[in-house]
């Protein structure tokens, strides 16, 4: 088998082949550790292998194979031995096209655990409740993505545990608690399964891989692609990463930032981070998030870098970033940085600042505006909006009135009588058709920076989420905002601006960005 594997790294220089060969993700994080940035060491099996995999040129053999070739580069890197029982080294197997597609891809994390590893990281790190806590999120991440296996039973697991001890995140359960569920969680396993979790570290790592290859033909990334205009052939490469541990206690966490506001495009770092938590607490819109102000207040200096760093990526990339990040113990470290997805507005507004600044001349900024139709650039807003039935934080800034929908078959369906708001407890990215469909979205719960927010921003649609007065009952097909009953098919309307959520339908105008529109005419006369 002559694909090739390649390692990323402090001193491994740049891979061959650039984002087409390496996947986007991969390549940036190559470009990020020359660079000098804070990067975990990593390896990658490039997208050839996805193709290869598709076509019967390469088997689950082969990816074995080359899966050892490349721990055994992490080992050296990290000093850390993969399914060690003193000093085990754990690794996330992370998807990346060449063409970013937030969320679409799957990722596992915490690979590498069994009950004996669970005792290596505990002498190893000292911190028997990151042990525990990292074991049932492997179990948990590998059930629903290696296995498919249904999410409810092990939520309804970490539900009881919570239920039992009285707290109301699964942040506060101690090591015992931890170990509690983590148990439980085996016995579901097999229970749904049929067999045991699988113990082998290479046995998950081989599964974890061949699933995330699997991935790039999901019907949620398809319809991605087909929305975007991308090419189906074109596959995912998988990189494989030491573990950072944000759920490593009160000064670790994980977030993702933006260098700008995907919005409204104003310069400042825009950020939501979870304490004591993993990526997956962030993006998979199922948590709640801390802005900035708090990590800003309890973590000073890891702030001011990612200030920092927003300037250094920007300078990078040659435009607005999105990135993600963990904290363990103080220590930043980046895990992947991409060109933000934004509105329409924001992309307008954020090439003639970068211009303005410095960062590009007009012949760079403009790629940054292909695809967009300048004169159709607007904002909106209500004259009159009346009284507030709850508020949310905003993902996607403009206004929109339209019919209740509480899924994606009936966001599709009501849309082919007039505007839709889709309206859910926590909007996935499996709910790409229904948000495609809708002319804004409004969640319970989630955050700013979810894959889901992203690809809403990306989709130009009017987005808060995180609304703690919205409660759905699917049974009935009704929900509650505020202290208002509403049934599916019924108006309301979400001021994206505000962060406001309003009854029935509300009128609306638009302003155009006339500064920025003037300074893109000045680029095109010179």
Known sequence: MGFPVHLIGAGAGLPPGGSEALGAKAFNLARMADAGLPVPPAFVLPTCWCRALHTG???????????????????????????????P????????????????????????????????????????????????????????????LPVAPFDEVLATALAGTGVDSERELDHRALRGVA??????????????????????????????????????????????????????????????FGNAGGTSGAGVGFTRDPASGERGLYVDFVFNGQGEDVVAGRRATDGGARLARMLPGVHAQLEAM???????????????????????????????????????????????????????????????DLAAVVRTRFTDPGPVLARAQVAGVGVASGRIALDSAAAARLAAAGPVILVRQETVTEDIAGMAAAAGILTATGGRTSHAAVVARQLGRVCLVACPELAIDLTHRTCRIGGQIFAEGEQISLDGNEGTVHAGLQMAVAESPARELAAVAGWNRT
């Open 57 to 87: 040129e390469a088997d689950a053999a082969a990816v074995a194979t080359a899966l050892d070739q490349g721990i055994a580069r992490l080992e050296a890197a990290t000093r850390l031995g993969f399914g060690s029982a003193r000093r």
């Open 89 to 148: 080294l754990l690794v996330s197997v992370r998807s990346g096209a060449a063409a970013s597609m937030p969320g679409m891809l799957e990722t596992v994390l915490d690979v590498g655990l069994n009950t004996a590893g669970v005792e290596g990281l505990l002498r190893l790190t000292g911190n028997p409740r990151l042990a525990w806590d990292s074991y049932r999120r492997l179990l948990q991440g590998y059930a629903e993505v290696v296995e498919g």
């Open 183 to 244: 148990m439980a969680m085996l016995e579901r396993f097999q229970a749904l399964a049929g067999r045991p979790f699988p113990a082998a570290p290479r046995a998950q790592l081989l599964a974890a891989a061949l699933a995330v290859f699997r991935s790039w033909e999901a019907p949620k990334a398809a319809t991605y692609r087909r929305l975007r205009g991308l090419d189906g052939d074109a596959g995912t490469a998988v990189t494989v990463q030491a573990m950072v």
């Open 310 to 372: 927003c300037r250094t990526l920007e300078g990078l990339f040659s435009d607005a970033q999105d990135f993600e990040f963990t904290v363990q113990s103080g220590v930043l470290w980046l895990l992947q940085t991409r060109s933000a997805k934004r509105t329409p507005w924001a992309a307008l507004r954020i090439a003639v600042d970068m211009v303005e600044e410095g960062l590009l001349s007009p012949a760079e900024a403009r790629p940054l505006l292909d695809g967009i």
